[in-house]
Nanobody, 127 residues
Framework: QVQPVESGGGSVQAGGSLRLSCAASGYTSSSYYMGWFRQAPGKEREGVAA????????YYADSVKGRFTISQDNAKNTLYLQMNSLKPEDTAMYYC????????????????????WGQGTQVTVSS
């Protein structure tokens, strides 16, 4: 059982940076899909970035490409999301999610593609 726990959220002005962390206890396999999602009030949860720990590829939503970077520290069982050049529209609750792979037809941005979720960390970007 993987239990993601997010941290690192906060309030920042537009143009600033934050780094989110996701400590995933119980995550010992090298074949996990790990993703970051966000949900703003009144909006659907959307995929922001994801990686497959058994491969080298990272996936990003178009809205964050070039500004956000997803990375992992296997020794610490921790996933990160470095967020630079933040915009007010990045304001949302950010969630870490995981799923053991490999999975045929996995879609990184689809919430049902993950079965372990953290409680979320709030990111607020002011203009």
């Amino acid at each position: 059982q993987v239990q993601p726990v997010e941290s690192g959220g906060g309030s920042v002005q537009a143009g600033g940076s934050l780094r989110l962390s996701c400590a995933a206890s119980g995550y010992t396999s090298s074949s996990y899909y790990m993703g970051w999602f966000r949900q703003a009030p009144g909006k659907e949860r959307e995929g922001v970035a994801a990686i497959y720990t058994g491969g080298a590829s990272a996936y990003y939503a178009d809205s964050v490409k070039g500004r956000f970077t997803i990375s992992q520290d296997n020794a610490k069982n921790t996933l990160y999301l470095q967020m630079n050049s933040l915009k007010p529209e990045d304001t949302a609750m950010y969630y870490c999610a995981a799923r053991k792979g490999p999975v045929m037809g996995w879609i990184y941005s689809s919430p049902p593609a993950y079965n372990y979720w953290g409680q979320g960390t709030q990111v607020t970007v002011s203009s």
